[in-house]
């Protein structure tokens, strides 16, 4: 198994300027709830600060691991609820963090480095966990595969939440080629550990151990790839790191060919057929340990110890069946052996739920927003209040006309009250002339129906704009789901309520206008017969004028009923 080393950073002061930042926007009443979390965000950090755990003790390093989780729990709330950098209203604290191969410094306000520095950490304690297991004695293989399966996960996450981020804030370990090896090896670590496991406890399965074996190298070949390509290559360790990653893989393989000619051997006792495959298969293991005389001087003494007892056993068996072969079988040996098939076993296992883990405070500091965001909520809803007022402002105006225009002109109720008159008065006849332009009774009518149809084009404008958003929030549900804690942008269901209400008010008013509509029309339908007399000549008009005897008439009570609206 192969150590790697923490990453260190120095000591930073969060908890003054996070306080200050949630007085300036949240009052010093938030501020006073949420310093005891803060304080323990600054002591967390305190503890993290250099990891120099004994590397053996699986306690230590569980009760470092808690530390982690709960400081990065607690990052992500503050990460989203808080802008960091020179700007304004954001946060200015620089981080400083230094490679874990060459002590390269990196100072940074970028808070994804923050981030990605404690999971690599977490990563790292997770592999050496894996390691204290597997060099336990007892059987303790299963609970270094978890580790090592941790791990894989991690170092996943981090490439995940790295995305297309520029480079220029992290150092060589948080490259995406580091990440990537990285991940291969806490792989071929873990298939490892599988395979060591049933080698114990099921030797009699062959073909089994050689599917196993031969994945374990076939990730490690992988990790070796990256590992020998520049500048991973260049660091000082690299020699000596792809050297023990090199070895590992040839172990492996070596183990996988001998697995599969012990499987011939074996067969060939029931069948007396397939020892020559067998031979094939064990020299083929043979060409593997050759170099790696030159590598024992870069191995640990267990790993070392590992190495002998099976270069001695497959020595043994090599021996012992081209002997068999040689006295009673035989069988021509094939110039290549077969190649054993792979068989991965364990998938990474999830920290996501640990890395969510609830404290006190994270209630409130969940619904914290950057004051950036706040400004560019204010700027949009008033837009969208503007756009949406507007519209309804010109509804309302339209929807005016209709009692305005003839209440103005004191239309057709002034017909009624003529009496006595020759003729039509010229500053009536003027009013009716008016009212025929605007298009009379007919024109009342489409007015009416235009209305309506605005009132139906605003209504689909609202609903339209309640589905955006929902889509929207079902979008935002469905990247948190996919991605987890990558996903740190503030709910979308939160952030759209005020924006819900004020949508919901602009209904109101839309139902509401849609009622006193339909109100009008009915009221014009009803005073159609009246309202036609508008279209008569002067001259029709004239001669309806009522006789003097009836100058006490009163007006038609649909006209009436139709001016008081």
Known sequence: MITLNFKQTDKIDIYTPLTRNIQETSGPETSATLEPTIKRFQQLRDNLIKISVPRSDNGELERVGRDLKEYLSMWTNISQGFTFGKGKDSIDIRFTWYDSYNRDKKNTTNPLVERLSMLYNLAILYNQMGINYANMPGDKLKEATNSFLTAAWVFDRIKLEMGNASQGDFTLDLSELNVGMCGMLMRAQAQQCTYDKIKVTRADKANLLAKLAMQAAEYYAAAHGCANTPPLSK???????????????????????????????????????????????????????????????????????????????????????????????????????????????????????????????????????????????????????????????????????????????????????????????????????????????????????????????????????????????????????????????????????????????????????????????????????????????????????????????????????????
């Open 235 to 565: 660091t000082s360790d690299a020699k000596t790191f792809v050297s023990l990653i090199k070895f590992h893989d040839n172990l492996l393989r070596a183990q996988a060919y001998f697995w599969n000619g012990v499987m011939y051997h074996e067969r060939c006792k029931e069948t007396t057929e397939g020892i020559g495959k067998g031979v094939a298969n064990l020299r083929r293991a043979n060409t593997y340990l050759e170099p790696m005389a030159k590598m024992e001087k870069y191995l640990p003494q267990q790993t070392l110890n590992y190495y002998k007892d099976f270069a001695q056993k497959l020595k043994d068996r090599t021996e012992l069946v081209e002997k068999q072969n040689t006295k009673l079988y035989h069988e021509p040996v094939p110039e290549v052996a077969d190649d054993p098939e792979l068989m991965p076993y364990g998938q990474p296992i999830s920290l996501e739920a640990e890395l969510a883990t609830p404290y006190d405070g994270q209630e409130i500091l969940a619904k914290m927003i950057p004051l950036a965001v706040r400004q560019l909520e204010r700027e949009y809803k008033d837009k969208v209040g503007g756009l949406l007022g507007q519209v309804f402002d010109i509804a309302k105006q339209t929807d005016s006309v209709q009692q305005d225009f003839l209440g103005k002109h004191n239309l057709p109720a002034a017909l009624h009250a003529v009496s006595g008159e020759q003729k039509i008065p010229d500053d009536l006849w003027q009013r009716i002339k008016e009212c025929r332009e605007k298009g009379g009774a007919e024109g009342l009518e489409k007015l009416a129906t235009n209305v309506a149809a605005l009132a139906d084009n605003n209504n689909a404008s609202i609903q339209k704009l309640l589905a955006d958003l929902r889509q929207e929030e079902d979008e935002d549900e469905a990247m948190r789901a996919k991605y987890g804690a990558v996903w740190t942008r503030a709910r979308s269901s939160v952030q759209n309520q005020q924006v819900k209400q004020q949508v919901s008010y602009f209904r109101d008013m839309y139902e509401k206008g849609k009622a006193a509509d339909s109100t009008v029309k009915a009221m014009i339908e009803s005073s159609k017969g009246e309202l036609g007399i508008l279209e008569m000549t002067r001259e029709e008009l004239t001669a309806r004028i009522p006789k003097k005897e009836r100058t006490g008439e009163q007006p038609s009570p649909a006209v009436t009923k139709y001016h008081r609206s």
